[in-house]
């Protein structure tokens, strides 16, 4: 069997505060198949966007602490340093980021910005990297894109901005692109067309993909496998179509019956009750127990394992024979 | 772009005239009656009368001002009632003087104020950063009369190295009109870069904490790169700060040119003061009033050539 393109074991994240260090990510196994999309959900502070910035080794070194093993492609990604580390940003890996409107530099041209990332991995002139900036504009569909290349940030809508930024971290052809919720800033109709486009460009690049978001219908519309997090943890994890119908832990149904999509018409939207623990004073045990209308004091014992349930399906929860 | 530039130039026309009532007025404000110090203690009521009307001061003060106006228009800043030399004649003569020290004092602050911020901002909250902040905070905080004082008692009176006060003689070297200015320009020079190091700090730090550094990052951009995107994005604020600073330094410093008895315009504004010379105080105070109006003029056409949002606005 090949090895998987990322493999991520016991990656943990903490950063150092004037309190101590807080733990965002708390030893998560991650693994992507070439050309898989791998959806991550979770609310706010999950650590979803943390793992994902741990993953392209962007966060800020002096203050992260990150542990662990992390391999892309045989590359020991942990251990990358200067221009090896330069090289793989952008080049093997790139990222989405939620804004486009703060992610992009507001006095440079979109243009510039597509091909300086071209000329940084790859030996071309700058003509040439002119010319694959407007490829890329094509390819996301950017209307009239050859006057678009010489376009400001803020010349732009934020849809149209979001596939100026989709062609940038696309441009150097990189073997996994990071989606970070990048349809969060987007109206609701411009949402529906990004979400179209990246999986549509998914497919035709074959790129693997690992895409984090808070909305449970966009991780359904886009991903093979989902991951759940709760409080720098996977809870659940699985095949979309296992996960989503068929959630096992509390967690991820309280996650699905909160949705509008999970409500049953005519009756109230379920929220979670309590908000997510905070990280600098995690409960002992089961993190989510504190909220789980299931918890039993076996909960608090200790922090329950991801306990495989058949083929890709593993699954974080004590109980989970009891309530099934 | 042509349209941004001619707007600019258009909105620096009642800022000017705006200037033009407020030298008038605020010297007309000020106590004291010039003819007493052109005129002996014992004049007749008659000489008197007649002197002030041939200085035009018995009309009403909108007369006064339009008639005032009108020759400034005409390149005409009147007779200077001290000397009876003409104003123009003695501004072109003082302000050479303060141009010179001004420009070397704008360069020592500029590229002293951009390392020390460069750096500062970089590096913030490291030794570096708390040395060159240090340093900023006792360049803007040291009253620059005492700095001059300071600076002539150690290097000129102790140590002899540069002469204490005035530019010379006509005709000297180079290298000896330079041994006038330097203590003039570095006592001048320590306010502006303060605050320039100070807000450069500010800015190189605020930018390097927004998403779109994080995002070069991300895409692979190495320091070199990510240092021309900081500084772009923070050009169009340090222009401005650095214009405002270069504007005072150009408008002389009464005080710094008073304790070097620096010939420029600041002295000769200290003198008309004294010797309530309204024509030459006028015509000074327009004249430096117009440089800064004129200096901002610049920055504002220069800020769109770093960030296009501003042309828009």
């Known amino acids: 069997m090949n090895t998987p393109l990322l493999s991520a074991k016991d990656l943990t994240v903490q950063f150092r505060t004037p309190k101590g260090p807080i733990t965002a990510v708390n030893g998560i196994d991650l693994t992507l198949e070439r050309g898989e999309v791998l959806g991550i959900i979770g609310e706010s502070g999950s650590g979803k966007s943390v793992t994902m910035r741990a993953l392209l080794r962007i966060l800020p070194e002096a203050k992260t602490e990150i542990a662990g093993d992390l391999k892309l492609d045989g590359k020991d990604v942990l251990s990358l340093k200067g221009h090896d580390l330069a090289a793989y940003r952008g080049g093997d890996v790139s990222m989405v980021f939620q804004e486009p409107a703060t992610a992009l530099d507001p006095v440079f041209t979109i243009g510039t910005q597509i091909s300086e990332t071209v000329r940084r991995h790859r030996k071309v002139s700058r003509k040439d990297a002119q010319a694959r900036a407007l490829e890329m504009l094509e390819l996301v569909r950017i209307p009239s894109p050859a006057s678009r290349l010489g376009n400001y940030p803020h010349e732009m809508s934020g849809g149209m901005r979001q596939r100026a930024m989709i062609a940038l971290a696309l441009a150097a052809g990189p073997k996994l692109l990071l989606a970070d919720e990048p349809t969060t800033a987007l109206d609701a109709t411009v949402q529906i067309q990004v979400i179209l486009l990246l999986r549509e460009l998914q497919r035709e690049m074959g790129m693997a993909t690992i895409f984090v978001t808070h909305d449970v219908g966009v991780a359904a519309e886009i991903s093979d496998r989902i991951a759940v997090m709760y409080a720098g943890r996977i809870v659940e994890t699985g095949t979309a179509a296992e996960v989503l119908k068929n959630p096992k832990h509390p967690y991820t149904q309280g996650l699905l019956s909160s949705t509008v999509q999970g409500a049953v018409p005519g009756t109230p939207i379920k929220a979670i009750p309590g908000m997510p623990p905070d990280l600098a004073q995690m409960p002992p045990g089961c993190a989510f127990a504190p909220r789980c209308p299931l918890a039993t004091s076996a909960c608090q014992a200790a922090v329950p394992d991801l306990r495989a349930q058949g083929g890709e399906r593993r699954v974080a929860c004590v109980r989970l024979e009891e309530i099934a | ?313």
């Not at chain 2, 408008?251 to 504004?269: C, K, M, R, Y």
């Open chain 2, 1 to 313: 772009m042509l349209g941004y530039i001619l707007k600019r130039l258009l909105y620096a026309v009642p800022v000017t005239l705006a200037v033009s009532i407020i030298c008038f007025s605020l010297v007309q404000l000020a106590p004291g009656d010039p003819l007493t110090v052109v005129l002996p203690a014992d004049a007749s009521q008659e000489i008197v009368d007649q002197t002030r009307a041939r200085y035009g001061l018995d009309k009403p003060l909108p007369t006064q001002y339009l008639l005032w106006l009108s020759n400034v228009l005409q390149g005409d800043l009147g007779t200077s009632i001290a000397s009876g030399r003409s104003v123009s004649s003695e501004i072109g003569h003082a302000i050479g003087y303060t141009l010179s020290v001004a420009v070397l004092a704008c360069l020592l602050a500029l590229v002293a104020g951009l390392a020390l911020g460069l750096v500062a901002g970089y590096t913030m909250g490291s030794p570096m950063d708390k040395i060159a902040s240090a340093t900023a905070i006792s360049g803007v905080s040291v009253p620059h009369y005492w700095l001059g004082i300071v600076l002539v008692v150690f290097f000129s009176v102790k140590l002899g190295w540069f002469p204490a006060m005035g530019a010379g003689r006509s005709g000297q070297s180079l290298g000896d009109a330079l041994s006038f200015m330097i203590l003039p320009v570095l006592t001048m020079a320590a306010m502006p870069a303060g605050i320039i190091t100070r807000s450069v700090r500010a800015l190189v730090a605020e930018k390097l904490g927004q998403e779109f550094v994080t995002a070069l990052r991300a895409k692979g951009m190495t320091s070199p790169h990510i240092f021309a995107h900081v500084v772009k994005n923070a050009a169009p604020t340090a222009l401005a700060v650095i214009g405002v600073q270069m504007g005072y330094l150009m408008a002389g410093s009464i005080l710094v040119e008073t304790v070097f008895a620096w010939p420029g315009t600041g002295l000769l504004l200290n003198n008309a003061i004294l010797t309530r010379d309204i024509p030459l105080l006028q015509g000074t105070i327009l004249v430096l009033a117009l440089i800064f109006v004129a200096l901002n003029l610049i920055v504002d056409i220069l800020q769109p050539l770093f960030d296009p949002r501003i042309q828009r606005a």
